[in-house]
């Protein structure tokens, strides 16, 4: 039927594999006729399905992530890619158009005029269109208009539906179109479209990418914080080197929400301030703040000391989940100062200017904060630190670190 | 099953017997859904069956010089031919979003397409769909075609390239995976792997989750692309059809038979307790009795020449079914319109059926559907249902000179409208395996 259509190499970037590769095909269709003689359509693909099973998870998993690394138009960031190692000989420019409209050929036409003008300039401006064209082409329909007007914020999970197979499917689009080869290592932690334009912006200007959110499941951050259930309001969060994100999705069974308020719950507005509180308190223990001396902070000393210019949008009632954010606005030992907002979905919530904690260091140099002992009460946001090491008695501190996100690939097979 | 029925009862046997179990529930066919070569819906099939309309064609991917075999019983109103599900066509009543097709060949979306029709069919509700008490059983062989595309792009463009939903869409598991996860299926699932013998399998082990009281419903699903990939490698071990008209190609028990014709589709059965079938006020189609089966021991793709593992597997089934072999009406043969495939299941019936003098009608609706490997016990259980429901019995479709070897069966040539009550399916496949099935009219 289209089998033609499939042997042809329609990257040129191959050229290792491509005089192997009719010869390879013409294996493969014979091993699978020789293996029908013998057996059943399920005897073949039963036979063959060791190999390719193992093989291809293996491999999936280390692709993720959308996007490009330029790497081939810089030739300065390291990474080197197949199609500056060896061109195909035998692709004409013409071939050249013709693969790359097809592969693209459920983009829209303004992708596919960036692609092919990429192709001939190399030029990295044109590298954005292309990505977000080949992003919105597997995006369903009727959440593409989000991709409009710049999309910053825009998460490729939460608002895009991008599961980690799409996410896949993106990159391998996005390699093919580019011509460059993903890393794995360098894409995990990309959330937003935001994340995205910065990873591709910082490949084509030849600077180190910004180090990588880590993200925190629950059970991370249950080991690490000083707040615990019930009194902790975060599921996960991501520490990044700009701030740090979280969630909370407000079940209902909050011990507070059986009087807040009769007959209506509500997740009183001091709750959350204390979840943003406890955010940045968690991007502090995380090295949110560059310490001196390579000091760690502690966590048993992190206290809340000042809110400024606290506004609240929106009522949130249980089934809402949280989307909380929190940047650095300034830090000078012992007083660490933060921007914070909750949005839910596309709503904002809660914004407030400036969240002030109060930190020490761990160890025997270390110093405590001059405020600890006098934490004001002014606020109901006052976080008090748990009275022991929750690290230490937390069964699931050993958990590994890999969870369900757009970066990770499916472990059945 | 059959182990119902002890061969040899010894001391420990009759101890056992004195504390009764509890009586196994009746298992019911409340639903149906057909994705095949003679119609798309159960209407469609049962007016081709009555009137013998065959599904074969001239299959346009054949007619290449190198390519003796001309004629496949191709799924109609479905375009399938491409690798990307994207480039599909097909009926819009089965639009469907692209993150479902993505992983699905085209066996999985015929599935698909055949379950909606069965849970319509059946009057399930969601609910009744996603528990833990419902489950899914399936066969197939995978999708060779996009497998062969996985491996071709794994080969020419290196191992990134492959589509991360290449596997799950390629291997034999594929109608099970795509099912259960786009369905929310919660009970019991898997798949089976004994070739043109599968489905059959997945039925009488579905059939069995529910007797045994382990599940209240199950799905059965038989589902195969029917496209150049998955046929064409039987050329290489003449199991195919030479024949150019469509005709003349499929004629199981005809002296000049010369193999079988390839198809593809899909079938969905839905099975329940019959307390859970009342409960829902289903109307049942028939009862799934009893099932056997039984194997060769002989030959990786020969069928054992006297059909010993298939009268093994129907002796069995009647026992299970505490019936007489002079108790069955019809017969739905495997016979795929092989030389050697059908005169073996001839002597294996005789060897069952002639001792008693019993005459049951036979007939292969594979002259009319193809022979649809995988799916064909689904499939073929489903044209049965069909038959008790209506009360006709399949004709067997294109024989001009009746082989002499079959001379002492009772083949009805044209369609009859005839009430009937007990029905036989029999499968056989690769290795020898056979599975004959129970069928009775509620």
Same mark, same amino acid.
């Given at each position: 039927?289209?089998?033609?259509?499939?042997?042809?190499?329609?990257?040129?970037?191959?050229?290792?594999?491509?005089?192997?590769?009719?010869?390879?095909?013409?294996?493969?269709?014979?091993?699978?006729?020789?293996?029908?003689?013998?057996?059943?359509?399920?005897?073949?693909?039963?036979?063959?399905?060791?190999?390719?099973?193992?093989?291809? *998870?293996?491999?999936?998993?280390?692709?993720?992530?959308?996007?490009?690394?330029?790497?081939?138009?810089?030739?300065?960031?390291?990474?080197?890619?197949?199609?500056?190692?060896?061109?195909?000989?035998?692709?004409?420019?013409?071939?050249?158009?013709?693969?790359?409209?097809?592969?693209?050929?459920?983009?829209?036409?303004?992708?596919?005029?960036?692609?092919?003008?990429?192709?001939?300039?190399?030029?990295?401006?044109?590298?954005?269109?292309?990505?977000?064209?080949?992003?919105?082409?597997?995006?369903?329909?009727?959440?593409?208009?989000?991709?409009?007007?710049?999309?910053?914020?825009?998460?490729?999970?939460?608002?895009?539906?991008?599961?980690?197979?799409?996410?896949?499917?993106?990159?391998?689009?996005?390699?093919?179109?580019?011509?460059?080869?993903?890393?794995?290592?360098?894409?995990?932690?990309?959330?937003?479209?935001?994340?995205?334009?910065?990873?591709?912006?910082?490949?084509?200007?030849?600077?180190?990418?910004?180090?990588?959110?880590?993200?925190?499941?629950?059970?991370?951050?249950?080991?690490?914080?000083?707040?615990?259930?019930?009194?902790?309001?975060?599921?996960?969060?991501?520490?990044?080197?700009?701030?740090?994100?979280?969630?909370?999705?407000?079940?209902?069974?909050?011990?507070?929400?059986?009087?807040?308020?009769?007959?209506?719950?509500?997740?009183?507005?001091?709750?959350?301030?204390?979840?943003?509180?406890?955010?940045?308190?968690?991007?502090?223990?995380?090295?949110?703040?560059?310490?001196?001396?390579?000091?760690?902070?502690?966590?048993?000393?992190?206290?809340?000391?000042?809110?400024?210019?606290?506004?609240?949008?929106?009522?949130?009632?249980?089934?809402?989940?949280?989307?909380?954010?929190?940047?650095?606005?300034?830090?000078?030992?012992?007083?660490?100062?933060?921007?914070?907002?909750?949005?839910?979905?596309?709503?904002?919530?809660?914004?407030?200017?400036?969240?002030?904690?109060?930190?020490?260091?761990?160890?025997?140099?270390?110093?405590?904060? *001059?405020?600890?002992?006098?934490?004001?009460?002014?606020?109901?946001?006052?976080?008090?630190?748990?009275?022991?090491?929750?690290?230490?008695?937390?069964?699931?501190?050993?958990?590994?670190?890999?969870?369900? *996100?757009?970066?990770?690939?499916?472990?059945?097979? | 099953?059959?182990?119902?029925?002890?061969?040899?009862?010894?001391?420990?046997?009759?101890?056992?017997?004195?504390?009764?179990?509890?009586?196994?529930?009746?298992?019911?066919?409340?639903?149906?859904?057909?994705?095949?070569?003679?119609?798309?819906?159960?209407?469609?099939?049962?007016?081709?069956?009555?009137? %013998?309309?065959?599904?074969?064609?001239?299959?346009?991917?054949?007619?290449?010089?190198?390519?003796?075999?001309?004629?496949?019983?191709?799924?109609?109103?479905?375009?399938?031919?491409?690798?990307?599900?994207?480039?599909?066509?097909?009926?819009?009543?089965?639009?469907?979003?692209?993150?479902? %097709?993505?992983?699905?060949?085209?066996?999985?979306?015929?599935?698909?397409?055949?379950?909606?029709?069965?849970?319509?069919?059946?009057?399930?509700?969601?609910?009744?769909?996603?528990?833990?008490?419902?489950?899914?059983?399936?066969?197939?062989?995978?999708?060779?075609?996009?497998?062969?595309?996985?491996?071709?792009?794994?080969?020419?463009?290196?191992?990134?390239?492959?589509?991360?939903?290449?596997?799950?869409?390629?291997?034999?598991?594929?109608?099970?995976?795509?099912?259960?996860?786009?369905?929310?299926?919660?009970?019991?699932?898997?798949?089976?792997?004994?070739?043109?013998?599968?489905?059959?399998?997945?039925?009488?082990?579905?059939?069995?989750?529910?007797?045994?009281?382990?599940?209240?419903?199950?799905?059965?699903?038989?589902?195969?692309?029917?496209?150049?990939?998955?046929?064409?490698?039987?050329?290489?071990?003449?199991?195919?059809?030479?024949?150019?008209?469509?005709?003349?190609?499929?004629?199981?028990?005809?002296?000049?038979?010369?193999?079988?014709?390839?198809?593809?589709?899909?079938?969905?059965?839905?099975?329940?307790?019959?307390?859970?079938?009342?409960?829902?006020?289903?109307?049942?189609?028939?009862?799934?009795?009893?099932?056997?089966?039984? @194997?060769?021991?002989?030959?990786?793709?020969?069928?054992?020449?006297?059909?010993?593992?298939?009268?093994?597997?129907?002796?069995?089934?009647?026992?299970?079914?505490?019936?007489?072999?002079?108790?069955?009406?019809?017969?739905?043969?495997?016979?795929?319109?092989?030389?050697?495939?059908?005169?073996?299941?001839?002597?294996?019936?005789?060897?069952?059926?002639?001792? *008693?003098?019993?005459?049951?009608?036979?007939? @292969?609706?594979?002259?009319?559907?193809?022979?649809?490997?995988?799916?064909?016990?689904?499939?073929?259980?489903?044209?049965?249902?069909?038959?008790?429901?209506?009360?006709?019995?399949?004709?067997?479709?294109?024989?001009?000179?009746?082989?002499?070897?079959?001379?002492?069966?009772?083949?009805?040539?044209?369609?009859?409208?005839?009430?009937?009550?007990?029905?036989?399916?029999? @499968? @056989?496949?690769?290795?020898?395996?056979?599975?004959?099935?129970?069928?009775?009219?509620?």
């Amino acid at each position: 039927m289209t089998d033609s259509a499939d042997n042809n190499p329609s990257n040129n970037g191959f050229s290792k594999n491509v005089d192997a590769a009719g010869g390879d095909a013409a294996d493969a269709d014979a091993a699978g006729a020789d293996t029908a003689d013998g057996d059943a359509a399920s005897g073949v693909t039963a036979a063959a399905a060791g190999g390719p099973t193992s093989s291809a *998870s293996g491999s999936t998993t280390g692709v993720t992530t959308a996007t490009a690394s330029s790497g081939s138009i810089t030739a300065t960031t390291g990474a080197i890619t197949t199609a500056d190692a060896a061109p195909l000989p035998a692709q004409t420019p013409e071939d050249d158009e013709a693969t790359l409209r097809e592969s693209l050929k459920r983009c829209s036409p303004v992708t596919v005029e960036a692609a092919l003008a990429f192709r001939a300039t190399r030029d990295p401006a044109f590298v954005p269109a292309i990505v977000i064209g080949i992003v919105e082409r597997f995006v369903e329909p009727d959440l593409r208009p989000k991709l409009k007007g710049g999309a910053d914020d825009v998460r490729l999970i939460d608002d895009l539906g991008i599961d980690s197979l799409t996410m896949m499917e993106i990159v391998i689009l996005t390699e093919e179109v580019l011509q460059v080869q993903i890393h794995n290592d360098e894409l995990r932690n990309l959330r937003s479209i935001g994340d995205v334009k910065v990873f591709i912006d910082c490949k084509l200007r030849g600077v180190p990418p910004p180090a990588p959110a880590r993200f925190l499941p629950v059970e991370q951050i249950a080991a690490v914080m000083p707040m615990q259930p019930p009194f902790l309001f975060l599921n996960e969060a991501s520490v990044g080197g700009a701030g740090a994100e979280g969630k909370y999705r407000i079940t209902g069974d909050e011990f507070f929400l059986q009087g807040h308020f009769k007959d209506n719950p509500v997740m009183p507005a001091s709750m959350m301030l204390e979840a943003l509180g406890q955010l940045a308190v968690l991007a502090l223990i995380e090295g949110i703040i560059p310490s001196e001396d390579g000091l760690e902070v502690d966590p048993a000393a992190i206290y809340f000391t000042s809110c400024e210019g606290v506004r609240c949008h929106r009522i949130c009632r249980p089934g809402d989940l949280l989307s909380l954010s929190v940047k650095p606005k300034r830090a000078k030992m012992p007083l660490a100062t933060f921007e914070g907002q909750i949005r839910v979905g596309q709503e904002k919530a809660v914004v407030v200017e400036e969240i002030t904690l109060a930190f020490g260091y761990a160890g025997p140099s270390a110093t405590s904060p *001059s405020a600890a002992g006098t934490a004001p009460a002014e606020d109901t946001t006052a976080a008090t630190p748990a009275s022991e090491a929750p690290a230490a008695t937390t069964p699931t501190a050993a958990t590994p670190t890999a969870t369900e *996100s757009a970066a990770t690939a499916p472990a059945k097979g | 099953m059959d182990a119902a029925a002890p061969l040899r009862i010894g001391r420990d046997d009759a101890a056992r017997r004195k504390t009764k179990p509890p009586a196994m529930p009746k298992v019911l066919i409340t639903g149906l859904g057909f994705i095949t070569s003679i119609g798309n819906d159960a209407a469609t099939v049962t007016q081709s069956l009555r009137a %013998l309309r065959h599904g074969m064609a001239v299959y346009p991917p054949f007619q290449k010089a190198d390519c003796p075999v001309k004629i496949a019983a191709p799924v109609k109103d479905f375009d399938t031919d491409s690798p990307d599900p994207e480039d599909w066509t097909y009926p819009a009543r089965y639009r469907v979003r692209r993150e479902v %097709l993505r992983s699905m060949g085209p066996g999985a979306f015929y599935a698909w397409c055949a379950m909606r029709q069965a849970i319509e069919d059946a009057r399930l509700a969601e609910d009744d769909i996603s528990n833990e008490h419902t489950g899914l059983y399936a066969a197939s062989g995978g999708s060779p075609h996009l497998f062969g595309h996985l491996l071709n792009k794994m080969h020419a463009q290196g191992v990134m390239r492959c589509s991360p939903t290449g596997i799950v869409a390629a291997i034999a598991g594929t109608v099970n995976f795509n099912l259960v996860a786009q369905f929310k299926i919660q009970g019991a699932s898997t798949g089976f792997s004994s070739a043109c013998a599968s489905s059959s399998h997945a039925l009488g082990f579905a059939r069995d989750e529910i007797a045994l009281g382990r599940q209240k419903r199950m799905f059965v699903v038989g589902a195969e692309d029917g496209n150049t990939d998955s046929i064409l490698p039987f050329a290489g071990m003449r199991a195919l059809s030479l024949q150019t008209d469509p005709a003349h190609a499929s004629r199981p028990f005809d002296a000049a038979r010369d193999g079988f014709v390839g198809t593809g589709g899909a079938a969905v059965l839905v099975l329940e307790n019959e307390h859970e079938a009342a409960r829902r006020g289903a109307r049942p189609y028939c009862e799934v009795a009893a099932w056997g089966q039984a @194997s060769d021991g002989h030959n990786v793709a020969i069928s054992h020449p006297e059909g010993r593992g298939l009268a093994v597997a129907m002796t069995r089934a009647l026992r299970a079914a505490a019936l007489d072999p002079a108790d069955i009406d019809y017969i739905n043969a495997h016979a795929t319109s092989t030389p050697i495939g059908d005169l073996s299941e001839a002597r294996a019936l005789r060897a069952v059926f002639g001792p *008693s003098g019993a005459r049951p009608l036979v007939s @292969s609706t594979k002259a009319l559907t193809g022979h649809g490997l995988s799916l064909a016990g689904a499939l073929e259980t489903g044209l049965c249902a069909l038959a008790l429901r209506d009360g006709f019995v399949p004709g067997s479709a294109h024989i001009t000179q009746l082989d002499p070897a079959c001379a002492d069966l009772n083949i009805p040539r044209e369609t009859q409208d005839k009430p009937i009550t007990r029905v036989l399916n029999n @499968s @056989s496949g690769f290795g020898g395996a056979n599975v004959a099935i129970v069928l009775k009219k509620t």
